[in-house]
Nanobody, 126 residues
Framework: QVQLVESGGGLVQPGGSLRLSCSAS????????IAWFRQAPGKEREGVSC???????QYADSVKGRFTISRDNTKNTVYLQMNSLKRGSMGVYYC????????????????????WGRGAKITVSS
């Protein structure tokens, strides 16, 4: 069964850091581009970052310089290191798999993603 499972969410203070993990099963991770999305309460889902099978990366402007996406194909896992977290970073973070190896120009819409995880919640509060 093709599956993605997020972990690493939780409560963090403003300015703090968290690392999310996206573990894949039922398929070989390195054959696909993987992206992270978030959905804040009352807001639409937005693309956060994407990584290709060759580890080329793309980021939303709002997270550039603060978030880092990476992948360890030997562990079938993609990570999202989040630093300098703000209250605006709050929400449920989802990882998703595309049909192809590279990040499309419109990856951030999420429309091309074939498989989604159930999400990990991030709360930023003092």
């Amino acid at each position: 069964q093709v599956q993605l499972v997020e972990s690493g969410g939780g409560l963090v203070q403003p300015g703090g850091s968290l690392r999310l993990s996206c573990s894949a099963s039922g398929f070989t991770l390195d054959d696909y581009a993987i992206a992270w999305f978030r959905q804040a309460p009352g807001k639409e889902r937005e693309g956060v970052s994407c990584i290709s099978s060759r580890k080329n990366t793309q980021y939303a402007d709002s997270v550039k310089g603060r978030f880092t996406i990476s992948r360890d194909n030997t562990k079938n896992t993609v990570y999202l290191q989040m630093n300098s977290l703000k209250r605006g970073s709050m929400g449920v973070y989802y990882c998703a798999r595309d049909f192809i190896r590279y990040c499309r120009s419109n990856w951030y819409t999420g429309g091309s993603m074939s498989t989604w995880g159930r999400g990990a919640k991030i709360t930023v509060s003092s």
